[in-house]
C-alpha cells in the first residue's frame, strides 16, 4: 500500500476557490434573463384570510405576475408527509403538512400568502407592499403547555384537539424499580434549542428549458435527490427531465433537509409557467419565520437510584411543540426519547411524549434534532441524585457507565430509524476518565476551587456525557470512474455544506486506487451526476456516503488488478497501485498510467467480454443495518458573576470517540463548531415569543449568534473505537459538539454559584434568567 | 417606487475602472454582487451585523450592506476577488485559512478576509485576545473561531516575515 490517505489531517481541496471569493453559491448562479420573487407572508400567527387584494401589484411596472392560492388550481397541494410515524405499538400521529400559499387561513407569522414574480427584487418587492392581506386574526396557540387544554384554539380545525402525536415506549418495569429505588428524583424541566441560522440563507432558482423539456433547479436543499423526485410527481414530469443542483450551500445544520418548503415547491412551477429563469433568495428576518426552527420541550422526569448510586429506572414525559405543521414526522422528539438513555445502563424506562401543534414556525431537526433535550433530562436527573445522595457527579456516572463488553446493547426502543435502538461499540469508561484526567477534576475538587472560594470568587466545574445515534440508513451510492486523464471522479448524491467533503471522499478513494487526493474530483448534490441516494443529515454523510465511496473504490481497485494481471501478465498479488500507475512491485519500469489503463478498458475495437463491464467504473451502494452510535464526555469550567450573572467559559474541553477518523483536522473542525452552536444554545440564543405567538427577537441584533469573543478555544482529544456496521469502521461526528452543552453549562454555573439549593432546570440560561432564577428561589417563591 | 431617477457612480474596484448608472437605493453589496458580478462578497443578513458583505472602501472595511452604490462614489473598492486575481497563489491570508482550515462553508470568509486585511495592517503582531475582538464583528456559524483564530495567528506571522524579506 502506498501512502496513507486515510487518517491524514489533509488540507482542504475545496478550500481555494471559497477563498477566492470563486466557489458559486446559489445567489451566486443568475441566468440571463432570471425573474425574481418576493413573497407576502402573515404577520399573524393565527387568523383567517377573508381576502388578498392583489388588484394594484399585478399593474406594477415590471411585475410579471402576482399569486395567491387561488391561482394555483390542482398544483396547490399540502407537502408530503417527509418521515412516516415510527412503528410503535399504540402510536398516534395527526399528519398535517405545509400549503404552497396559506388559503382561508393562516397558522403561523411568516407563512406565505402571496407571491410576486417581477424584473428585479427590489421590484418585487416594491409590488409587494401594494397587497393587501386582509386577515382577521384569531386567539393562537402560543403557549405549549397549554396547547392540550380544552379550551384552547385549534391549529387545524378537523381535529380534535391540538395533538399532533402521542407515542410511549418503555423497557422494564419501571413502577417496580421505583418502588425499589432508595431514592426517586422527581423535576420539571424545560428545554428550548434554537434556530440553525447558517450564515447563508435558502435559495431556489428554477430554468424550465421548454425547447428540451428539462428543469434545472438549484436548491440550497441538503437532500437534492429527494427534491427531484418529489417536484417531478409533483410537476408531472419525469424523473429524469428533472435536474436538482445543491451548489456550494453556506451551512445546513438541518433545516436544509428535503422539506418541499412552499418556495421550493413553487419556483419550478414559475419557471414552467412563465418560460423564464425564476429565482427566490430567502432574506434574514423569512429565515426567522419561514425556515424551519427547533424549539421547546416540557419533560416532567425522574430517577429511581439505590443509595449507592446504581440507576434503576428512569421515567419521563415530556410535551414537544412541532409547530403549525408536522411534515418532518416524529424524528425530533424520538430522539429526545432515545438518546436519553446516554451511556448508561438503565434497567428500566418508561418514556412517552406528546407532540403538540402550535401557531408558530415549523419544527424540524437543527444540529442535535431533540437530542439535546433528552441528554439535559437524564444529566440533570443524575446530578440532582448526587446531590440528594451526597456523591461525587462523576461517581455517579461512573457506576452507571455501560461497559465495554455490553455492546452491542439493544435498548428495545424504535429509533429514529425505525430499527431497534442499539449501540454498536464504544469505550465509555476510558472516555469519562480522559476528560476527568485532562479537566483535572480532582484537583479542581480539592485545590482550586476551595483556593478560588476562599478569594471570593465563583469557579465551577462540571463534566456530562453523551451518545448519539448517527450514520442511519437507508442507503447511499456512489460512482468512482478512473478517467483516461489519470483522473479519478466521484460521484455522490449527498449535499455538502461545508463538512470537507470534497476532501475526505477523495481521501478514501486515493487510498484504494493508488493516487494524490487532488487527482479526484468530487462531486455531491447533482442528481445529473448521481441520482439514487437519500441526503446529509443525522451525522450519516461520512459513514453512509463514506462507506458507498468506500466500496466503489474497492471495486474499481479490483478492476484495476485484473486488466492489469491481464495486461502485464502478472499475478495480481504482485501488483501495486501508487503515484496513479499499476504495475509490478520492485519493477517500476513495467507500471502503466491509470489513465491509460482506464482507456484499454473502454476501447473502441474489439469486444469487451461478455459479463464484463467497460471502463474503469463502478456504482456501489451501502445501506448499514443500523445506526452507529458515537460518544463523548464534554467538560467546562465557568466563572459567574454573583452581581451580574454574567458567565466567562474559562475552559471547554471534548473527548469524543467516533470511531475510525477519517481525517482529523476536519473531524476537529466539526466538533468545534458543534460546541460552538452548543454555546450559543446555552446562553445567548433565544426565540422570544410574546403571548400572541410573535417572534420578537428576529434579526441578529436580538437572536445573538456567539462571536470571537464569546467561544472559548475549544480543546479536543479522541479515542477510536472502530464501528462493527461499516467496513471503514466510521461513525458520525457532525452534531456531536452541540448535544451536551445545556446540561453541563448548567451543572457548571451550579458548581460555581455553589448554592445548594440552586437548580438549573431549564436553556437558555443567560444572565438575566439565571439572575431571576435566583431571586425566585431567594425570595422562597421556589425555582 | 420604479423607475427611480439614476445616478452615476464611478470609482475603482480591486484596480479596474467601473462606471454605472444606477438607482440611489441600491445597495452597495448588490451593486458589487449583481452590477459588477464580483459574487465573491456575500450577503448574510443585509442588517450589517454578520459581516460577510464586508469590503474595503478607501482601505477601510466596511458593511457592503449599509451603504448605498452611490456612496462608492469617486472611491476605492477592494473585495475578495483582488486578494489574488487569476492563477496568482493565495495570499498569506487566504493560505492561513487553508492551512488552519479556518473554514468550512465558506460563506463566511470573504467578510472575515476583509475585515482582517486592515486590522492585520494596523497590528502585525497581535495578541489571541485581540485577534478575537477583531473577529468579533464577523459572524461564523460553522468553525467555532478557534481555527481561524489560528489562521490569523499564522497569517500575522508570514505577513511579517514577508515584510522583513522585503525590508532586506
Redesign the interface.
Known amino acids: 500500500m502506498s501512502t496513507r490517505q486515510f487518517g491524514r489531517p489533509l488540507r482542504r481541496l475545496e478550500d481555494e476557490k471559497l477563498l477566492k471569493g470563486k466557489a458559486a453559491f446559489i445567489d451566486d448562479i443568475e441566468p440571463a434573463g432570471t425573474l425574481h420573487v418576493a413573497f407576502v407572508r402573515s404577520s399573524f400567527a393565527h387568523g383567517r384570510i377573508n381576502a388578498i387584494d392583489v388588484a394594484e401589484a399585478r399593474e406594477y411596472p415590471g411585475v410579471k405576475m402576482v399569486l395567491t392560492a387561488a391561482d394555483l388550481g390542482d398544483y396547490w397541494q399540502p407537502g408530503p408527509v417527509l418521515v412516516p410515524p415510527p412503528p410503535v405499538e399504540g402510536a398516534v400521529f395527526h399528519a398535517r403538512t405545509q400549503v404552497p400559499l396559506a388559503r382561508d387561513k393562516v397558522r403561523h407569522v411568516g407563512e406565505p400568502v402571496a407571491l410576486v414574480v417581477a424584473e428585479s427584487r427590489y421590484v418585487a418587492e416594491d409590488a409587494r407592499d401594494e397587497i393587501f392581506a386582509d386577515i382577521e386574526p384569531l386567539d393562537p396557540v402560543a403557549d405549549l403547555g397549554r396547547a392540550l387544554d380544552p379550551e384552547a384554539p385549534l391549529v387545524h380545525d378537523d381535529l380534535e384537539s391540538n395533538l399532533a402525536a402521542h407515542v410511549r415506549q418503555t423497557k422494564g418495569d419501571y413502577s417496580a424499580a421505583r418502588a425499589e429505588a432508595d431514592v426517586v428524583i422527581a423535576r420539571n424541566m424545560r428545554y428550548d434549542h434554537g434556530i440553525a441560522a447558517s450564515m447563508e440563507n435558502r435559495g431556489v432558482l428554477a430554468d424550465w428549458d421548454a425547447q428540451g423539456e428539462k428543469l434545472t433547479i438549484w436548491d440550497t436543499t441538503q437532500a437534492p435527490i429527494p427534491i427531484r423526485n418529489g417536484l417531478a410527481g409533483m410537476l408531472g414530469l419525469s424523473e429524469s427531465q428533472v435536474r436538482v443542483i445543491a451548489p456550494f450551500i453556506g451551512g445546513g445544520f438541518g433545516p436544509k433537509i428535503m422539506m418541499f418548503y412552499p418556495e421550493e415547491v413553487l419556483i419550478p412551477w414559475l419557471s414552467m409557467r412563465l418560460g423564464r429563469p425564476v429565482k427566490w433568495i430567502e432574506d434574514r428576518a423569512e429565515n426567522f419565520f419561514a425556515t424551519t426552527h427547533e424549539r421547546e420541550q416540557l419533560h416532567e422526569a425522574e430517577i429511581a437510584v439505590t443509595r449507592d448510586g446504581k440507576i434503576l429506572g428512569v421515567k419521563d414525559t415530556f410535551f414537544h411543540d412541532t409547530g403549525a405543521y408536522d411534515p418532518y414526522g416524529l424524528t425530533v422528539p424520538i430522539n429526545s426519547q432515545c438518546t436519553l438513555l446516554g451511556c448508561y445502563d438503565v434497567p428500566s424506562y418508561d418514556s412517552e411524549f406528546r407532540a403538540v401543534f402550535t401557531n408558530k414556525p415549523i419544527v424540524t431537526p437543527y444540529r442535535g434534532a431533540g437530542r439535546q433535550h433528552g441528554v439535559f433530562v437524564m444529566e440533570r436527573l443524575l446530578d440532582l441524585a448526587a446531590r440528594e445522595l451526597g456523591m461525587d457527579p462523576v461517581e455517579i456516572r461512573r457506576r452507571n457507565l455501560l461497559q465495554p463488553a455490553d455492546f452491542p446493547h439493544n435498548h428495545g426502543l424504535i429509533y429514529q430509524d425505525f430499527t431497534e435502538l442499539t449501540y454498536d461499540s464504544g469505550n465509555y469508561p476510558e472516555v469519562l476518565e480522559r476528560t476527568v484526567e485532562a479537566i483535572g477534576y480532582r484537583q479542581f475538587r480539592e485545590v482550586e476551587q476551595p483556593r478560588l472560594r476562599a478569594e471570593g470568587r465563583h469557579v465551577g466545574m462540571a463534566i456530562v456525557t453523551y451518545v448519539e445515534g448517527t450514520g442511519i440508513g437507508p442507503y447511499e451510492g456512489a460512482r468512482v470512474t478512473v478517467e483516461a486523464s489519470g483522473q479519478v471522479s466521484v460521484a455522490t448524491g449527498v449535499g455538502t455544506q461545508g463538512q470537507g467533503h470534497f476532501t475526505s471522499f477523495a481521501q478514501v478513494v486515493a487510498e484504494q486506487v493508488g493516487v494524490e487526493p487532488d487527482q479526484v474530483r468530487v462531486s455531491t448534490g447533482d442528481t445529473a451526476e448521481m441520482h439514487w441516494g437519500t441526503g446529509t443529515f443525522a451525522s450519516r454523510g461520512a459513514v453512509v456516503a463514506g462507506n458507498a465511496i468506500h466500496a466503489a473504490a474497492l471495486e474499481v481497485r479490483r478492476k484495476i488488478l485484473d486488466l492489469a494481471a491481464e495486461e502485464l501478465e502478472a499475478d495480481r498479488d504482485d501488483l501495486e497501485l501508487q503515484g496513479g500507475m499499476v504495475g509490478v512491485k520492485g519493477a517500476p519500469d513495467s507500471a502503466i498510467p491509470l489513465g491509460d489503463l482506464a482507456v484499454r478498458a473502454n476501447p473502441l475495437r474489439g469486444a469487451v467480454a461478455p459479463g464484463t463491464e467497460p471502463g474503469l467504473e463502478s456504482t456501489t451502494y451501502f445501506g448499514p443495518p443500523g445506526g452507529t452510535t458515537a460518544n463523548g464526555a464534554h467538560a467546562m469550567v465557568v466563572e459567574v458573576d454573583p452581581e451580574t450573572y454574567a458567565v466567562e467559559i474559562k475552559r471547554y474541553l471534548v473527548v469524543h470517540d467516533c470511531g475510525t477518523v477519517i481525517n482529523p483536522l476536519i473531524l476537529q473542525g466539526q466538533i468545534q463548531g458543534g460546541v460552538a452552536q452548543g454555546i450559543g444554545n446555552c446562553f445567548f440564543e433565544e426565540l422570544v415569543f410574546d403571548d400572541q405567538a410573535q417572534l420578537l427577537s428576529a434579526s441578529f441584533m436580538d437572536y445573538l449568534l456567539p462571536t470571537a469573543t464569546d467561544v472559548p478555544p475549544i480543546e479536543c482529544d479522541h479515542i477510536e473505537t472502530p464501528s462493527p456496521l461499516n467496513p471503514l469502521g466510521v461513525k458520525g461526528a457532525g452534531e456531536a459538539g452541540a448535544i451536551p452543552s445545556g446540561p453541563l453549562f448548567a451543572a457548571a454555573v451550579e458548581d460555581a454559584l455553589g448554592d445548594p439549593s440552586l437548580e438549573l432546570l431549564e436553556i437558555p440560561l443567560s444572565p438575566n434568567r439565571l439572575f431571576e432564577v435566583s431571586r425566585t428561589r431567594d425570595d422562597g417563591g421556589g425555582a | ?3 427611480q431617477a439614476r445616478f452615476p457612480v464611478r470609482g475603482t474596484i480591486n484596480g479596474e475602472e467601473f462606471e454605472r448608472e444606477v ?1 440611489p ?2 445597495l452597495l453589496s448588490d451593486f458589487i ?2 452590477e459588477l458580478g ?10 450589517g ?2 459581516g ?1 458583505c464586508t469590503v474595503l472602501l478607501d482601505g477601510e472595511s466596511v458593511r457592503s450592506c449599509l451603504l448605498f452604490a452611490v456612496q462608492a462614489n469617486g472611491r476605492k473598492l477592494e ?3 483582488g ?2 486575481q487569476g492563477d496568482a497563489p ?1 495570499h498569506p491570508l ?1 493560505e492561513a ?3 488552519e ?1 479556518g ?8 467578510g472575515f ?1 476583509m475585515s482582517l486585511l486592515p486590522f492585520l495592517e494596523e497590528n502585525p503582531s497581535p495578541t489571541d485576545q485581540e ?3 477583531a ?15 489560528n489562521a490569523v495567528r499564522t497569517a500575522a506571522s508570514s505577513l511579517r516575515d514577508a515584510e522583513t524579506a522585503g525590508a532586506e
Not at chain 2, 38 to 47: A, D, N, Q, R
Not at chain 2, 103 to 110: E, I, S, W
Open positions: 417606487m420604479a423607475n438607482e437605493r441600491l454582487r449583481h464580483l459574487t465573491g462578497t456575500h450577503v448574510g443578513c443585509e442588517h451585523v454578520c460577510a473585495t475578495v476577488e486578494l489574488s493565495l487566504q485559512f487553508r492551512e482550515h473554514l468550512q462553508c465558506g460563506f463566511c470568509t470573504p478576509l485577534i478575537r475582538e473577529l468579533s464583528g464577523n459572524l461564523c456559524r460553522c468553525t467555532g473561531y478557534d481555527h481561524i483564530v
